[in-house]
């Protein structure tokens, strides 16, 4: 590999490449984000089959998650992000041929494996060891703000590869292919340029040379602030999956057609992931704690979560609707780049930040198993906007459950605190 001799640049090399790969990883799995309609006319799916579809993608993340924080905390995380970049790089070459439903629901499976069960965990263990306590927001946030710049530059481009093509499908074939050789490539430059952590001059921890035990992942389980953690970000994140359905509804209710659509989707899943990421990762740090920041950030979501259902559904309010998506999306990206930056808060070791992003995962990202098969049957059985609006509430009262929980979380914590200074 490329070594640099400065280690601090080392850090930064290591880190930048982290989210080039992260930014582009998760694009195979989640396309109906920006092409649900190209993905409807090119599976011959309904609304609840590509659910199932993406259900697949779900039940298997949550199989994985904590296997993947074993994984992480015992094996090299640059040889596992290797493997996920190639791995996910040889799948989505099988997902370009676009072959039937059921062909479709185990490449998403497949997915789950080649971008949760041996990259998930890798790429957050990587960030957590970058930095010490007090630099976990600034971390976490470069690494979100990175992976959601190198998602809008790179998405744009797919994008322009969608509308270079007259038909959809072609369109959507041509995006696949894109993204399966860009993952190739960045399977090359990790080769290259990253390296473990505990390899890396001026790391925060030393590698004290010791193994995963079970014993360890027994003492995470253990912790009832984790697992409430979990909670807060399932209510998030379940926000963050129907936030998707935005896009779609613009289509259906507003007349936008798929070529703007498909630009509108990669700026509501990444440019908001950007700047979401920035905000996070400036405010957490300021107010030195990342619990105090989501507070914030689902009273944001709350108050902008119901505003879809007093927008008039005509051409003209186009424009109102994207607002309020921007302001939504900031919010709630914003709340996400922050998910495992409170690791740290937690008071989790940083030799089982691997395992303890894996607890989180599982917990926060279950909502992955029915999100997306919920919604196309909310909105396949409500015809017109109905369904959507059905939606927009359901985000609503998530935001509102995930404030009233970081409000607990954040009691809790400052109780262990405080127990802890009092020990002698």
């Known amino acids: 590999m490329i070594k640099m001799k400065n280690g601090k640049l080392q850090k930064w090399i290591v880190l930048i490449m982290v989210a080039l790969i992260g930014g582009m990883i998760s694009k195979l799995p989640y396309l109906k984000d920006s ?7 090119a599976s011959g799916a309904t609304n609840t089959q590509l659910g199932l579809i993406l259900t697949a993608y779900g039940i298997m993340n949550t199989i994985v ?54 990259f998930w965990a890798s790429m957050v263990k990587i960030t957590n060891n970058l930095g010490k306590y007090d630099e976990q927001g600034k971390m976490f946030g470069l690494l979100e703000s990175g992976r959601g710049l190198v998602s809008t530059v790179f998405g744009f481009a797919a994008a322009a590869v969608f509308t270079h093509y007259v038909d959809d499908i072609l369109g959507l074939r041509g995006v696949i292919i894109f993204w399966s050789v860009l993952l190739a490539l960045d399977g090359i430059l990790a080769i290259l340029f990253i390296e473990d952590p505990e390899k890396i001059e001026g790391n925060a921890i030393a590698d004290d040379g010791t193994k995963m035990r079970w014993e360890d992942m027994k003492a995470v389980i253990k912790i009832p602030r984790v697992w409430l953690a979990g909670i ?66 689902f009273i944001g979501m709350s ?59 599982i917990v926060g990202y279950a909502p992955e198993m029915f999100a997306f098969t919920l919604a196309g049957s909310l909105i396949d059985n409500n015809p017109g906007v109905l369904g959507y609006h059905k939606i927009f509430i359901l985000i609503g009262v998530f935001s509102i459950l995930g404030l009233i929980l970081a409000f607990v979380l954040k009691k809790v914590n400052s109780q262990y605190n405080v127990e802890i200074q009092r020990q002698p």
């Open 65 to 118: 998650y904590i296997p993947g924080g074993f994984l992480a905390d015992k094996f090299s995380p640059k040889k596992l992000i290797v493997i996920s970049c190639f791995g996910t790089a040889i799948i989505g070459f099988w997902y370009a041929t676009l072959p039937g439903f059921g062909s479709l629901v185990i490449i998403h499976a497949l997915f789950g494996i080649t971008t949760i069960f041996t």
């Open 35 to 41: 092409y649900y309609s190209a993905l409807l006319e």
């Open 303 to 361: 108050a902008v979560a119901f505003l879809y259902l007093l927008i008039p559904t005509n051409r003209s309010m186009t424009w109102i609707v994207i607002v309020n998506l921007m302001l939504q999306g900031t919010f709630i990206l914003a709340v996400k780049a922050m998910y495992f930056a409170v690791i740290d808060e937690l008071n989790i070791n940083k030799r089982l930040a691997g395992t303890a992003s894996g607890l989180l995962s």
């Open 232 to 297: 807060v970000i399932a209510c998030n994140y379940t926000a963050n999956l129907m936030f998707g359905y935005v896009v779609p509804y613009l289509a259906d209710g507003y007349g936008v057609d798929s070529s703007t659509v498909a630009f509108i989707g990669v700026f509501r899943a990444n440019v908001l992931m950007f700047l979401g990421s920035i905000v996070a990762g400036v405010f957490a740090d300021k107010l030195k704690s990342v619990i105090k920041f989501w507070t914030y950030g």
